[in-house]
Structure formats: structure tokens, C-alpha cells
Nanobody, 120 residues
Framework: QVQLVESGGGLVQTGGSLRLSCAAS????????MGWYRQAPGKQRELVAT???????NYADSVKSRFTISRDNAKNTVYLQMNSLEPEDTAVYYC??????????????WGQGTQVTVSS
């Protein structure tokens, strides 16, 4: 069994900051790429940022220079530092990780989602 547990969402004013965390736990052999996605009401889920085990990063154009993704490989944890938040950033944020289990084939796992609300 593998779980991704997110934390750090909440309500913040425009221009504020939040830091999301997501920890993978369970019967894990290794964690490859990790990332954050978000889904706003009435919209499709979209990529926010990804990071490889070698710390190469990729960002959506809409969050570049405002958001920073990082990870701690020893803790199987990924973070998303969000600065200069805008109302358009309001969404449920989901953690994603490609994980090899001790037994079974590697696969994608998703967290339960954490709400981020930015008030104007």
C-alpha cells in the first residue's frame, strides 16, 4: 500500500504565500518524478510543476517565477512554495508521484487534494 498525504493548503489574500507538502509512505522501493497539479471548479486538471530525482524542474507558464517546487529524496517528500498568489490560483492542488513498490509494477499515485483559496 502506498499513500501520498498532502498538507499546507488554506485561505490567503492576493499577494500572499503558501507552502504545500506531500509525503509518500508505504511499501516503497523508489520514487521517480514527483509533481503538483491543480483543478479549479469547472476546469480540467492541469500541471503546475514537476521535479525529477535529479532535481530538474518544469513549470506551467502561469506560475513561473512565482512558484518553486522542491523535494527531499530521503523523506520521499515534495514541496510547492507558492508566492505572489492570485485569485486565479484558487484550486484543489493534487500531489502526484511515480512510485516503484517493493512488490508490483511502478505506477502513478495521487494525493487526496488540498484546497487553496486566494481572496481578492
Amino acid at each position: 500500500q502506498v499513500q501520498l498525504v498532502e498538507s499546507g493548503g488554506g485561505l490567503v489574500q492576493t499577494g500572499g504565500s503558501l507552502r504545500l507538502s506531500c509525503a509518500a509512505s508505504g511499501s516503497i522501493f523508489g520514487v521517480a518524478d514527483m509533481g503538483w497539479y491543480r483543478q479549479a471548479p469547472g476546469k480540467q486538471r492541469e500541471l503546475v510543476a514537476t521535479i525529477t530525482t535529479g532535481f530538474s524542474t518544469n513549470y506551467a507558464d502561469s506560475v513561473k517565477s512565482r512558484f518553486t517546487i522542491s523535494r527531499d529524496n530521503a523523506k520521499n517528500t515534495v514541496y510547492l512554495q507558492m508566492n505572489s498568489l492570485e485569485p486565479e490560483d484558487t484550486a484543489v492542488y493534487y500531489c502526484n508521484a511515480y512510485i516503484a513498490r517493493l512488490f508490483g509494477r511502478p505506477q502513478d499515485y495521487w494525493g487526496q487534494g488540498t484546497q487553496v483559496t486566494v481572496s481578492s
